[in-house]
């Protein structure tokens, strides 16, 4: 058989059954736009039964969960590296964008919104995974700012990473706790304050 041209080979693999992995790419898409996250609607999209799906991808949570680190990983990551070279403490401002980008995104917005117990659960119980995942990355950029000279404080880094992310949380969840709006910038400013080299 001749060599088979790069369309060929995309057009055979667009007839290969769908993996876990489209079933991941399909639930971001659906929160990237803000569209309820729903296994039966998943799973009929993909053309596999809810059993399936389920053994794929677990609950809704745990799904949610997933896409939910995925793009916070990748948020994070690239406010990272733009501020890598900006001296001083780095990690309150990597915070406050971070916050800012999940509230200015509209499908994370929505999310937030309209069923901000739920994502406040999720993402602040250990149980569910997202947490201690966040708290160990809050721990490399702070360890990093610790080795750098940016910031100096007699906590152990595991302690410092934890109250970091506790005190973002408090901002970004200030609808379900206190019924006020979400506050990126004032998690910068307690940061920067509790924060300094």
Known sequence: MADRTPLQIQLAAADRRPTPLDAFRLARADFLTGRRLDIQSLATRLGVNRV????WVG?????????????????????????ESRPGPRVP????????????????????????ELMMRLLTLTSHGFQPRLVTLLREKLA????????ASPLPLDELAYATLRIAESFHYR??????????????RVLAALLRP
């Open 93 to 116: 401002e990597l915070v406050g964008r971070f916050l800012h980008a999940c509230w200015g995104q509209p499908g994370a917005r929505r999310y937030l919104e309209h069923e901000n």
């Open 175 to 188: 609808p379900t706790i206190t019924g006020e709006p979400a506050d990126p910038d004032g998690a910068t």
């Open 59 to 83: 609950t809704r949570e745990q799904l949610l969960v997933e896409v939910v680190w995925a793009l916070s990983k990748q948020t994070l990551d690239a406010e990272w590296a733009r501020l």
């Open 144 to 151: 990093d700012d610790i080795a750098t000279g940016r910031i």
């Open 52 to 55: 399936t799906l389920y053994r």
